[in-house]
């Protein structure tokens, strides 16, 4: 048998494309992450990668062409009651969380089990959960709803950059500068709502908390500036990705774990090095 | 209105809980007011009232006109984020300028300006690169203080700014805010330390059970 | 794992060479293959197969290769066998689809093939089918058996 070039690899479409729409979304993922994980909201991403799965899972029960038409409303949706309940509701913003992520994870797998649409629920669950091939798998329609979302992300945080430094940095400070807070909260919890779900083509559920959250805490080891540690992240996961990638079209591995193995491989480097730097 | 903060009437409290009525205040312009009083006397509460971030139960809390958008300057108490927070010096002090800066995606060249005489007018232009966390307590203080007068402020509120720092950092922090209202800054300070503070102060007032507003004579 | 495949091969061969061949004496001249899916790595074939199983319509009239398990309906009463190619994901433990494949000439059961469910890699010429749901399928024609287990 003998191997295929990665080069040869390169001359399919749908492997282009994989490469452009995981760079872009992985990059989307770590800016956002980075005043994500300094806020001490790592655990969002993970919750609402749930909340995003069953959505997903009754939308391709319900034939959906797209299972981004029902999984992007309902995360976003989850992510304002999240984001309402944080702030001193009866029940604690994370045991809410807790109970609408796993809710839907259980909703989601029962679902699919109970109307089958496919012949291979396991399977299926298994891809959709470890991205082991979705981002290889997409149609048109999700290249140019990623890559599009993908964009208007980053540019959306391009010119919102010093606002998203200041109320990281000290929200309160921001509120008495007159800033809208509620505004941009709500701004920012449908922006990683939407971040989420796109990622998860990429990497897969289970898996899309560490696309937001190792830039960030590994570009954080050796930064020593808010402009830095955004650079660092975006650099290391554009890598980090386009690596993970073409290593899983090469050698045959689950696309998702693969760029998370790279990610956590390159962390430790990362911390490293930060020793060296002290 | 003269005056820079007038209180009449004023009570505060959290959720429907309103504390005890604070006594009628007024801040003129280059007062320094002294805010002390037991714990949970409501001192944060009332400067946080003060810098809008809360508002009163009942009574009239009135402002000069202008200060609410941009006039004061607030040095919050340092919580566990900022102190873990990777960014330069100059960062966080140019974050001041973010009232000014309203819509606009950067900072002009005139608010970069600000942000660089501040830091020097604090003695801090050469930690500028340096990262925030790695700072000793007395320096963040400074660099909080730095980010307060980069806007166009009139009234600078500080809540316990010596909170965790020695004895020396304390009385080199309570020096600089001299100086800083020699100059002409209206203070208003939460303190829990009296003895440095009331030596600069203009004005002393007391929450808590024994409330009370009042005017220091002179000082040596 | 590359090295028993390639041990696997080499014994299977010695084999084949003494063993029934093929009734498909055309594989003595081997045809261009446009579109080899067993070349692939597991993850890109997986995608790739499943685009071909969905929309095959793009792959019409050219040879494709593919690789599975051997499923056959036994050709009984005058009807003849239906055989196809079952199609595995990644992990090798489910099953994507079936391919429906007609050999080339004239086999016959059982003698001409190999054992059901035996790993198999066959080539075709594709061509549109409806199933039963009238959803549109891929069939390869004109098929060789290249390699048995």
Known sequence: MDEVTFLEYLSYPFVRNALVAGVLISLCAALLGVPLVLRRLSFMGDGLSHVAFGAMAVAGVLNFADTMALSLPVTIAAALVLMRSGRGAKTGGDAMLAMLSVGAMAAGYLVMNLKPSSSNVSGDVCTTLFGSVSILTLTTLDMWLSVGLSVAVCVLWLFAYNRVFDMTFDESYARASGANTTLFNTLAAVVVAVVIVISMRLVGTLLVSSLLVVPAIAAMRVAKSFRAVCVVAAVFTVVCSLAGIMIAVVAGTPVGSTIVAADIISFFFMAIIGRFLK | ?220 | MRLAVVAAAAILSAFAASAAEVANDTNAVPRKVEMDFTRLSKIVRQAQVTRFLESPEKYVGKIVQISGDFYVDKPKDGEPGRYACALKDAAGCCAIGEVEFRPRGAPKWPQDFPDEYDTITVNGKVEIMRNGDGVPCPRLVEADIVRKK
Not at chain 2, 137 to 147: F, M, N, S, T
Not at chain 2, 189 to 218: K, M, P, Q, W
């Open chain 2, 1 to 220: 209105m003269t005056n820079l903060v007038e209180c009449r009437d004023l009570r505060l409290g959290y959720g429907s809980n309103a504390m005890q009525p604070c006594p009628d205040f007024t801040v003129g312009a280059g007062n320094y007011l002294c805010i002390v009083g037991a714990n949970g006397s409501g001192k944060t509460t009332l400067l946080k009232a003060i810098a809008g971030l809360i508002k009163p139960v009942s009574g009239t809390l009135a402002l000069a006109p202008g200060l609410a958008s941009g006039g004061i300057g607030y040095v919050p108490q340092q919580g566990p984020l900022q102190r873990d927070f990777p960014a330069s010096v100059r960062e966080v002090v140019q974050s001041g300028c973010q009232a000014m800066r309203g819509w606009r995606p950067f900072y002009s060249s005139a608010e970069r300006r600000r942000a660089k005489d501040a830091m020097e007018s604090l003695g801090i232009a050469a930690l500028a690169r340096r990262c925030y966390r790695e700072l000793s307590g007395g320096q963040r203080q400074r660099v909080l203080l730095a980010r307060a007068l980069c806007g166009d402020c009139r009234l600078l509120l500080l809540d316990e700014p010596t909170t965790g720092l020695d004895r020396d950092a304390t009385a080199d922090f309570y020096s600089l805010l001299r100086e800083i209202n020699a100059g002409g800054m209206t203070i208003a300070t939460v303190t829990h330390d009296h003895s440095a503070a009331l030596a600069s102060a203009t004005h002393v007032l007391t929450l808590g059970t024994d409330a009370s507003f009042r005017r220091i004579e002179c000082h040596g």
